[in-house]
């Protein structure tokens, strides 16, 4: 009789409001195992030490390990369908950047939909990128730069990571803005061109104020341009690209967590707000300003606007300018 009369009962008590209490009972029992945050590079990439350092961070907050697996390949292609294809329980995470959003470009057929196959949680941080010259380059800043292109069209020499890479349409978005054509040769990684840049052989390249550090103290480059809106505090006095030629102009290097679509939304939330409180520890925000990275900690759907306004702008570049993507 009292099972009868509960069961009897559960449709009222929703009819009434009570499914939120529901819900919320899911977040309660949030995680009940290890969690996996996936990483679509190998160990010792950039990503490495935030990935950990996060994870450390989620584990002590959650009581579960926050566990960093490496499944580097194919563009994050093989991270991004490993995690679209897992339980939709927000136990398997993917870490998240540009190339997320760039890769639709890059291959005709994908195992995943970038938009419906995962469950934005949170843009955890942006990494304005500088844009720099070679020592000897005449150009002291990106208008005098621009000036040069238009005067010798093709002439430059910009370097890249790769064709299709971010840096490239970074790079390809301040050339189609100003009407201005430059030659882009394709590196294997960021340290490859290097001894070309310094050289001179290249001339530019958009790269993060990390990898660029070096270079930038030892005077063997200039920086012309920051990539972001706002100007970054490791180089105050460097303008940004949209002070300067290309209103608007915001390419940055961002880093976020998705989770598998129709995780539940309790769960989304929570790992949201969770994400949001580790960014404001003192010791994790210092870790990232060193790198010249902000801390952000959005709502998932801010960040789902965020992926789609990418997806759109590079989608809109490749067709315009007619860029050959590398697979």
Known sequence: MKNALTRSLIPALIAIGMQPVLAQDVTVRYPVKPVSIIVPNAPGASFDAFARLYADKMTAVFGQPFVVDF??????????????????DGHVLLIASP???IVPLQYKELPFDTQKSFA?????????????VNADFPAKNLKEYIAYAKEHPGAINVATTGSGAFN???????????????????????????????????NTVIASFGFMRTLLQGGKVRPIAVTSVNRNPALPDVPTVAEQV?????????????????????????????I?????????????????????????????????????????LVTTRNIKMAE
């Open 99 to 101: 190339s997320f959003t």
């Open 120 to 132: 934005p949680v949170s843009l955890m941080s942006k990494a304005p990128y500088v844009m720099v």
């Open 168 to 202: 490239h349409l970074a790079a390809e978005w301040i050339h189609s803005a100003t009407n201005t054509q430059a030659s882009f040769i394709h590196y294997k990684g960021g340290t490859a061109y290097v001894p070309d840049l310094v050289s001179g052989r290249v």
């Open 71 to 88: 499944k580097p390949g194919a563009s994050g292609t093989i991270a991004s369908a490993f995690v679209a294809k897992s339980a939709p």
């Open 246 to 274: 290309v209103p608007g102009y915001d390419a940055v290097n961002w880093v976020g967590v998705v989770s598998t679509a129709g995780t539940p939304v309790p769960v989304v939330n929570r790992l949201s707000t969770e």
């Open 276 to 316: 949001a409180r580790v960014l404001k520890m003192p010791d994790v925000t210092a870790a990232l300003e060193k790198d010249g990275t902000d801390p952000v900690g959005s709502t998932p759907e801010q960040f789902r606007a965020l992926i789609a306004d990418e997806l759109s702008r590079w989608r809109t």
